[in-house]
C-alpha cells in the first residue's frame, strides 16, 4: 500500500507541475504581447489602453493625472555614432532610470523608437513639475554605460493634466506631444506643460 500511495503521490505531483509550467507560459505570452520586448515595459497599444482607462477612472473619482512624454533626445545621432544595439543599450537603461523613479500605481510604456509614455496617478500640475525634473535629472546626471563606452543623454519632456485639458486619449496624446516638441525648441532636456492657447 505505501509504494501505491507514493505513486499516486508522485502522479498528482507531475499533474500539478505541468499545469503550474504551462500557467507559466500563458503568462509569459501575455507579457511578450503587452510588453515592448526591449525594454520589458508596455507596448503602444497597451499604454494607450491603460491612459484610456486612467482618463475614465479619473472622471469617475474627479481626481487628476499627468500624461507625459518623454523622448531621449538625439537618439538618432547615438544611433548614427554608435549603431543601432548601442542605442538599444540607451533605450533599456533609460526605462531602468524611469520606472525605479515611479510611485507604486504610476504606468511606464514605450510609445516609439526613442519615446515614452508615463501615467502619473494623482498627480497636480505642481507634482507634474517635481516629478518631471526628477526623471529628467535621473538620465541627466549619469552617464549610460555602453559597450562602446559612457554615452551622456538627455531627455526632453512635455506633460498634460488629464481629464483638465485631456478628456479622451487622442487629446492627451496629441496635447502631450505638442508640449514635447515645445520643450525641444525651447530647451533640450526641459519640460514644457500643455496649456490651453489664450
Known amino acids: 500500500p505505501a509504494a501505491q500511495h507514493m505513486r499516486v503521490h508522485i502522479g498528482a505531483e507531475g499533474i500539478v507541475r505541468l499545469d503550474h509550467d504551462r500557467r507559466a507560459r500563458d503568462e509569459q505570452l501575455l507579457r511578450m504581447s503587452q510588453n515592448d520586448p526591449l525594454t520589458g515595459e508596455l507596448n ?9 482607462e486612467a482618463i475614465e477612472e479619473a472622471s469617475r473619482y474627479r481626481s487628476s493625472f499627468a500624461f507625459m ?16 544595439d548601442v542605442a538599444d543599450e540607451v533605450i533599456a537603461e533609460i526605462a531602468k532610470r524611469i520606472r525605479a ?19 502619473l496617478k494623482n498627480c497636480s500640475v505642481d507634482d507634474m513639475h517635481v516629478a ?27 506633460a498634460v493634466s488629464a481629464p483638465r485639458h485631456a478628456r479622451v486619449v487622442d487629446d492627451a496624446v496629441s ?24
Open 44 to 52: 503602444r497599444t497597451h499604454l494607450m489602453a491603460a491612459l484610456a
Open 69 to 84: 512624454m518623454l523622448g531621449i533626445d538625439h537618439l538618432a545621432r547615438i544611433n548614427d555614432a554608435f549603431g543601432f
Open 101 to 119: 523613479r515611479l510611485r507604486g500605481g504610476d504606468v511606464l510604456g514605450r510609445f516609439s523608437g526613442n519615446k515614452f509614455g508615463l501615467i
Open 132 to 158: 518631471a525634473e526628477r526623471f529628467l535629472a535621473g538620465i541627466r546626471d549619469d552617464v549610460v554605460p555602453t559597450k562602446s563606452g559612457p554615452v551622456a543623454v538627455t531627455a526632453s519632456i512635455g
Open 175 to 198: 496635447r502631450a506631444q505638442e508640449a514635447f516638441e515645445l520643450a525641444k525648441i525651447r530647451r533640450l532636456g526641459s519640460c514644457s506643460l500643455w496649456q490651453p492657447s489664450v
